[in-house]
């Protein structure tokens, strides 16, 4: 049985390239790891083949001037820490959309990573808060909501302390 397409071009860059540093961009760690796995499983070397997601690159690239900077990475668990905190502190007489299970005693929970992803993605394309509203006029309710959570959650990070992969991504693409 002969390895994927994938393994035998990656199999190849590295027999070409043996003491060269090669960085393989890939979607996720499991991804990365099941490519050097198979790579491994086929009999293949890949000495200097770095792989990480672009996210880990970023970070890696930025370690220096972050502790430089003294400002930190929000991970995931951080930032849903975050959106979990400012759903709490949320009157539920402010809500008019994500109104959460408060009578049931589960709160927020089931909108805490949903929300999480949803803020995450609108700051890594660049979507301000103010922007929110005018672009969801067939649900004012919940685009009203989402602009408020989103103001929130920005206001932490324009403090300078943390930086979200938005940011990441951000400081990343002005390295030289």
Known sequence: M????????????????PLSVKILLVPSPQAGSDLTTTLARFGH???NLRVATPVQLAATELAPRM????VHRLHTEGR???VESILS????????YFLGNH?????????????????DALRQAQVLPEHIVSMSPGMPAK????????????????????????????EAMSLE
Request: glycine residues 8%.
């Open 2 to 17: 002969s390895p994927p397409y994938a393994v035998r071009q990656l199999a190849e860059l590295c027999a070409r390239y």
């Open 45 to 47: 070397r890949w000495a």
């Open 67 to 70: 502790a430089g900077l003294r």
């Open 80 to 82: 849903q820490r975050l």
């Open 89 to 96: 502190s949320w009157p539920s007489a402010q809500r008019r």
């Open 103 to 119: 009578h049931a005693g589960a709160g927020d929970r089931g909108l805490v990573e949903p929300l999480d992803r949803t803020l």
């Open 143 to 170: 685009a009203a909501d989402l602009a408020h959570l989103y103001g929130a959650y920005t206001t932490p990070l324009a403090q300078g302390d943390w930086w979200d992969d938005a940011t990441l991504f951000t």
